[in-house]
């Protein structure tokens, strides 16, 4: 009965949270595919949709081929041509490694903040394309970027509490490496034609030019973000009820006590003693 809701859900997920971003400055390139043929969309969106389709259905045995079957059904059905080998196996390989890293996160909540670091850094920075000339673009990202790693944070400490509080300071870094994967990933997608090492040293530049800068710019709202997640976790481990108390091994026993054959004689009843009369005096 599970998989009656989850399935559908998922496949909304993998759609909504990989490639309804794309619809926030008009369709990609003038066109109406709902997968757009573009490198860094194919990356980013199919591996944001499989870590929430996989969050949402939780089993890797079934997460993994939902995807892989709901992205070749959207590439057909959106008129990209399965001639694009590289392209088409983009987009199965990003969703079947988000499914997978998804399906693993409903095991260990600190997995699946890891695996949505990814997405939130992806997610954080849109406006930064969309409103250049806005006047409140500053603000606008950097609360973003605190609001997601306050809700990182949160979902690490889900379901251990405050025992997954040492994985922050890790956790915090691989989201600020996520903001170079994203760049990195831009950049190769911008860079098609060009010799392979001249792309693979511009990626790797690109990813360590692109955190630092965030780190220096965003870092008072980064800073709110961690003390936004402390409240968050206090109050959610104090709306827990109370664990419930221990079992006891013995409630379904009686307290008769269980004697062997050999002191059935406890229970029998003892023979009257013969008083000795007393003994008179030799006078």
Do not use: H
């Amino acid at each position: 009965m599970r998989y009656l809701w989850s399935i559908p859900a998922a496949v909304a997920a993998w759609f909504v949270g990989g490639f309804s971003a794309t619809y926030l400055k008009g369709l990609p390139e003038g066109t109406t595919a709902f997968v757009p043929a573009r490198v860094d969309l194919l990356v980013l969106g199919g591996f944001a949709g499989g870590v929430l389709a996989g969050l949402v259905i939780g089993r890797i045995r079934i997460a993994v081929p939902v995807v892989l079957v709901v992205a070749v059904g959207m590439w057909w059905a959106t008129g990209n041509a399965f001639g694009e080998r590289e392209l088409l196996t983009t987009l199965l390989v990003a969703s079947a490694l988000g499914g997978l890293f998804g399906a693993l996160g409903t095991r260990s909540s600190v997995f699946a903040a890891f695996a949505l670091a990814l997405p939130v850094a992806w997610t954080a920075l849109r406006p930064a394309e969309q409103l250049a000339d806005w006047r409140w673009l500053w603000q606008l990202n950097g609360l973003l970027v605190g609001a997601g790693l306050a809700l990182l944070l949160y979902v690490a400490c889900w379901k251990r509490g405050w025992r997954s509080a040492a994985s922050w300071l890790p956790l915090t870094g691989f989201y600020l490496a996520c903001f170079g994967i994203v760049e990195s990933v831009r950049l190769i997608s911008q860079s098609s034609g060009k010799p392979a090492n001249e792309v693979g040293d511009a990626a790797t530049e690109a990813f360590f030019q692109s955190f630092e800068p965030v780190l220096r710019e965003y870092w008072p709202w980064m800073a709110v973000g961690v003390l936004l997640a402390i409240p968050m976790v206090a109050l959610k481990l104090r709306a827990l009820p109370p664990p419930p108390p221990p079992v006891d091994p013995y409630a379904d026993k009686s307290n008769d006590a269980v004697l062997s054959d050999d002191l059935d004689w406890i229970d029998q009843e003892e023979p009257r003693r013969r008083l000795l009369p007393r003994r008179q005096p030799a006078s």
